[in-house]
């Protein structure tokens, strides 16, 4: 696939590609419509403040993580299309209540469920690898996510535009976050209407049971179980964080820290449940695969994605104090970090077709990031300006080419899995951005900096040792296990109409 296929609008692969990334997109933009226009809210509702906004902030992130997993599940299941759209359309509801909302638990419970709205990232991930094939897979992923992504940056752009310019007024804030609900729940019902789950003629993969990833090993199902604690445990962190402020009580943190125990002790049941008479009947050969693939590629989107939310978050002050800029130049110098993202991630997908070896194209841009941050920790007073430019957008380049690395090879793990693979990959993402935000509070930029290499080195060191080459990586289709023909022919039994048998599946 090259640059110039992108413009073949006609092409359904290429206008199912664009419907998706512009469905990610409205989400991004959607999820971090309030950012830009914080001040503006606490300048309207008089009682808001910077403890408001801080604590709104981290409501914003909360529900990522789980709903990355459970999204994931639902999207095996149920397919991307319908997925997409229900959680386009639902979200609309938390932006309307909060667009309008007067009280702080009006306003905080809404932020908190439409952190849910994160998880469009995922579903795009599967729809995307159902229309391309192992070969070209890399820049299609790379592309739908680097746009995508954008949408954070022109929220930043154009809601303050809309809510003092074009709007005016003091609720002018409301109504441009209203009309971000309103693009939602509009688009959710347009892309139900336009998109397919596969390509004519094309079976859509779906495990035996979505509640739980399937494991092929004992071992594996003690690691899927290991690597779920962190998930439930960020939530424990985020709470921690939220009374620090002094605006939750020690009795209701108590009830959350119990509930999360509860939580997990029911998703380990879960997987228990689902993975047990799996493994005690016997995983056929031809349908197993190593979990620790899946561990390596949470520690790379741990490493990098939660690197970059992280980063973005300090730069703009980290480069006003540094070097005694303006406020204005500080931040336009610190979105650079953000904005290669548009070229940084489909890059890391093309390289990661073009070089015929995704595990070394990964270990390259770990290896890129480790030395970046690395590099990034001696910018100090007297450091030269354009060269800490220069260093940290070669340092994004590597961060976000990485990324698309990542979700070149997912696909590939376990097919009729990608939207748990994935789902348990980006949520680990949000995972590494509240573990670093939490750190950044006790260490100076540049100790940050360092602590940034060092998570990179790690996922270098558990890449390198833990990520095999996937088998197929550059076929025409994805490789059919005895266990997916059985599945696709239960299928067909059941709604033979709306499945068929790839070409694939019958050599």
Known sequence: ???????????ERIKVLHLTMIAFFITFVTWFNMAPLATTMMDDLGWMTKQHTAVLGLLNVALTVPARV??????????????????????????????FGDSWAQLAISRLLLSSIGAGFVIGIRMVSEWFPPKSVGFAEGFYAGWGNFGSAFAAMLLPWAALTLI?????????????GLICLVYGLIYYALVKDTPENKAYFKPKKSSAMEVSSWGDLIQLIAWTVPLVGVLGLITWRIHGFNLLSGSVSTIIYVGLGFLLVYQIIRILLVNMPILKKGVPQDDRYKFRNVAALNTTY???????????????????????LSPTKAGLI???????????????????????????VMLIYMTGITLGFLSMGFMTEGFPLGAAVALTILTSMFVQGAEGSTFA??????KRITGQV????????????????????FVTPQQFFFVLASGALVSLIACATMLEEPKNAFGEDYELSSVDQELISSSQKTAPS???????ATK
């Open 1 to 11: 696939m090259k640059a110039a296929d992108l413009f073949k609008v006609r092409d």
């Open 70 to 99: 459970i999204i994931g599940g639902l999207l095996d299941r149920f397919g991307p299309r319908k997925v997409f759209s229900i959680l386009l359309i639902g979200m609309s509801i938390p932006t309307f209540v909060f667009a």
């Open 168 to 180: 005016g007024g003091d609720n002018g804030w409301r109504y441009a976050i209203a009309l971000t």
């Open 302 to 324: 741990f490493a990098n994605f939660g690197a970059e939310l992280a980063v973005v978050s300090m730069l703009p002050m980290f480069f006003q104090t540094t070097f005694s």
């Open 334 to 360: 610190a979105s650079c970090f953000a904005f290669v993202n548009l070229f940084a991630r489909p890059i890391g997908g093309i390289l990661s077709d073009r070089m015929k070896n995704r595990k070394m």
């Open 409 to 414: 090879i997912i696909p590939m793990i376990k």
């Open 422 to 441: 994935a789902g348990m990959a980006g949520a680990y993402g949000n995972v590494g951005a509240l573990t670093y935000l939490t750190i950044l509070t």
């Open 498 to 504: 709306m499945t068929k048998v790839p070409a694939a």
